[in-house]
């Protein structure tokens, strides 16, 4: 138990739907990020919030949108998907973005699967 | 760009067995050097690391040295245990700026009793 959740653990969707995977921690931390875990592919960062405030977007597509209401929580909401957007959706949180001491908690992840 | 490359997995080695998993990186400058290591169904959690050349970073048995001149930081254990099952990723982060960490694809590892 790392600290960080994340649910649901496993969504099925289809292409025309709206669909939310959301992130919490329990540490205090203040920056948290979403990750993207393909098959066969290395992990690729997609998103990071530092005290609420997105400070790096990789080049991802608009039918991903990050949410960060709070240092605590973190959402992606995800509409009009392609199947090849099915992975492992990994959320992590550091004490604040920058620094090279700054360990990254993961959670669980969310397995997508995109019809 | 940055990169980091692993051996190809996957690898299956039996209990007390010693274990290595190759890493390498390329990238300008000295990054932070890092092994996650991710058990089935859960996420990835930091198993050691290494900030400058000649570090070397160790934990649960795990060591691993960052080596400048081979731009390497090799995973190694001299007995591994079924419990040690699971896919390593190597990864590097530049101190400071972007908090963007360039992963390897990772090492399945199974342990067999």
């Known amino acids: 138990e790392t600290g960080v959740t994340q649910t649901p653990r496993h969504l099925v969707m289809g292409m025309t739907n709206k669909k939310s995977l959301k992130c919490e921690q329990h540490?205090?931390?203040?920056?948290m990020y979403w990750y993207k875990q393909s098959a066969k592919k290395p992990l690729e960062l997609m998103f990071v919030?530092?005290?609420?405030?997105?400070?790096e977007n990789n080049s991802v597509p608009s039918r991903f949108s990050p949410e960060c209401p709070n240092s605590s929580h973190l959402f992606l909401h995800l509409h009009t998907l392609q199947p090849e957007d099915s992975a492992l959706y990994l959320c992590?949180?550091?004490?604040?973005?920058?620094?090279?001491?700054?360990?990254?908690?993961f959670g669980p992840g969310t397995r997508l699967t995109v019809l | 760009g940055d990169s980091v490359t692993q051996m190809e997995g996957p690898v299956t080695l039996s209990e007390e067995a010693f274990l290595t998993i190759n890493c390498t990186y390329t990238a300008t400058g000295y990054p932070s050097l890092f092994w996650y290591v991710q058990y089935p169904g859960e996420g990835l959690q930091l198993l050691l690391k290494?900030?400058?050349?000649?570090d070397k970073g160790s934990n649960k048995g795990f060591e691993a040295t960052y080596r400048k001149e081979t731009t390497s930081f090799h995973l190694e254990k001299g007995s591994v245990q079924v419990s040690d099952s699971a896919v390593y990723f190597c990864a590097l982060k530049w101190q400071g700026g972007s908090e963007k960490l360039v992963f390897g694809k990772g090492t399945k590892l199974t342990v067999n009793p």
């Open positions: 919030y530092n005290f609420k405030e997105q400070t």
């Open positions: 540490l205090g931390h203040n920056a």
């Open positions: 290494a900030t400058k050349a000649d």
């Open positions: 992590a949180s550091s004490q604040e973005a920058g620094g090279a001491y700054n360990e990254q908690f």
